[in-house]
């Protein structure tokens, strides 16, 4: 009967466990491009110093593996967009929303202020919504499960 106990103990807490990393939006995430529907990378995101940091870890275009950052000035030119760091310092707001002014696109060698959530209606999503000035777009990006 003990051990019945702990194995249902031993269970309810991987359950749990399981469940609250699928509504965390650190992880891996398949960004999929909102004009073509095509897959384009895959982006490591994770928490360091209470902020949100985002880096390329994979780029699925096919013939793109290896690309550099052609069109960036500074430290990034035609530096490997694997390895770069495209999502930098954001912070967490309210309602599990992170907001902040780095969220950087390699293809356009541009920076633009963000707002990142989880879709409410299916913790797989991840919004990331880019903003420049009043304009702004939203990507849809799917959780890579391991």
Not at 51 to 66: A, T
Request: proline share 3%.
């Amino acid at each position: 009967m003990e051990r019945t106990n702990r194995l249902l103990l031993v269970g309810i807490a991987l359950c749990c466990l399981h469940l609250g990393n699928a509504q965390s939006v650190f992880g891996k995430w398949k960004t999929i491009d909102d004009r073509n529907g095509q897959p384009k990378a895959i982006i490591k995101v994770y928490k360091e110093d209470n902020k949100m940091q985002g880096v390329v870890q994979k780029i699925l275009e096919e013939g793109r593996e290896e690309a550099v950052c052609e069109k960036c000035d500074g430290e990034r030119k035609d530096k490997a967009i694997v390895g770069m760091k495209i999502i930098e310092d954001i912070e967490h707001e309210e309602d599990g929303v992170w907001k902040g002014k780095h969220l950087f696109d390699p293809e356009q060698a541009m920076t633009f202020r963000c707002r990142i959530w989880l879709n409410p209606d299916n913790p797989n999503e991840l919004k990331v919504r880019g903003y420049l000035a009043f304009i702004y777009r939203t990507q849809t990006w799917l959780r890579v499960l391991e």
